[in-house]
């Protein structure tokens, strides 16, 4: 079956500084690639997306690029903030519109 | 535009009692689908629509009904809850050819 790994937390970082969640995805055929954000409290948040092979999503500093050969979709981003502390999900779709999620990392950011 | 409303917000319930979560899309999305986000476990499928009158089974379906009577809405009904369904749930729909979900804010469930 499809499967999705995403690297365990939880992440505490400084302000500023450069953040990295790892991400793969398992399946017969290439799916769709996402990036979920759940805020304290809140539901989740559509982040980025790659819908085929070599796709770069990008979305309020963060990006994700959808390596084919390792079917990879690592989420980064350059200088954090305090507000972007939340749990960070990688999550992958089919044809069949199911999306599988990874267990979620929960990132802090100090000041 | 509301997007996805899900009700009740809270709710508590003893153990071998049924409700009936709420959940309404104003999108006209195809399709519509229910996880449950357990601590260290993401979130798992429960049962999913891909248009009215047509629902299957996801990850986890023991214990929940669903119907799609209507595009808009997608009920999810809990037929004798049990301590193990404590968790919070999700409500999601998405257009063809889109494929990212736009998820609602969530019902917090607790079973006693």
């Known amino acids: 079956g499809n499967s999705v790994t995403q690297m365990e937390g939880p992440v505490t970082l400084s302000e500023e500084a450069f953040l990295t969640i790892n991400c793969t995805y398992t399946?017969?055929?290439?799916?769709?690639l996402f990036w979920y954000v759940q805020y304290p409290g809140e539901g989740l948040q559509l982040l980025l997306k790659?819908?085929?092979?070599?796709d770069k999503g990008s979305n309020k500093g963060f990006e994700a690029t959808y390596r084919k050969e390792t079917t990879s979709f690592h989420l980064e981003k350059g200088s954090v903030q305090v507000s972007d502390s939340a749990v960070y999900f990688c999550?992958?779709?089919?044809?069949?519109?199911?999306?599988?999620f990874g267990a979620g990392t929960t990132v802090t950011v100090r000041a | 535009n509301a997007g996805v409303t899900q009700t009740p917000k809270f709710q508590v319930l003893k153990t071998g009692q049924s409700m009936t979560l709420q959940c309404a899309q104003d999108m006209n999305h195809e399709y519509m689908s229910w996880y449950r986000q357990d601590p260290g476990m993401g979130l798992r499928l429960i049962h999913y629509s891909v248009g009215a009158g047509i629902t299957d089974q996801g990850e986890v379906p023991n214990g929940y009904n669903v119907s799609r009577s209507t595009t808009e809405d997608f009920p999810l009904r809990l037929l004798s809850a049990a301590p193990s369904q404590t968790s919070v749930y999700f409500c999601?729909?998405?257009?063809?050819?889109?494929?990212?979900?736009?998820f609602g804010s969530g019902t917090r469930l607790t079973v006693v």
């Open positions: 399946a017969t055929g290439y799916p769709s």
């Open positions: 790659a819908t085929k092979a070599d």
């Open positions: 999550a992958g779709a089919r044809n069949d519109y199911k999306l599988s």
């Open positions: 999601a729909s998405s257009s063809t050819g889109d494929y990212g979900y736009t």
